[in-house]
């Protein structure tokens, strides 16, 4: 079946940079849209963006200008850059594919200032 793998995450600080990806297998990511989502303590898990199977994307107002989602159709992935992160995005992410509702296991960003 669907499955999806995040990884990526760390230790950042302010004025630096992260890329976080996600390897899916049982589909592909010309077929399917992908999101990501996060998780911060103590907060319910909220969408960050998304991609469609189209190219279309969605940003969640507070990262906009600052995170680009991509995918890679060869390789079956796709990616989140963070530029100029902040605190507020400390978070466990995971990326999420609705049309199965699959869940990868999460990989956790903290952010340093």
């Known amino acids: 079946e669907v499955q999806l793998q995040a990884s990526g995450g760390g230790l950042v600080q302010t004025g630096g940079s992260l890329r976080l990806s996600c390897v899916a297998s049982?589909?592909?990511?010309?077929?399917?849209?992908i999101g990501w989502f996060r998780q911060a303590p103590g907060k319910e898990r909220e969408v960050v963006s998304c991609i469609s199977d189209d190219g279309a994307t969605f940003y969640d107002d507070s990262v906009k200008g600052r995170f680009t989602i991509s995918s890679d159709s060869a390789k079956n992935m796709a990616h989140l850059q963070m530029n100029s992160p902040k605190p507020e995005d400390t978070a466990v992410y995971y990326c999420?594919?609705?049309?199965?509702?699959?869940w990868g296991q999460g990989t956790l960003v903290t952010v340093s200032s």
């Open positions: 999420h594919e609705p049309r199965s509702g699959s």
């Open positions: 049982g589909f592909n990511f010309d077929d399917y849209a």
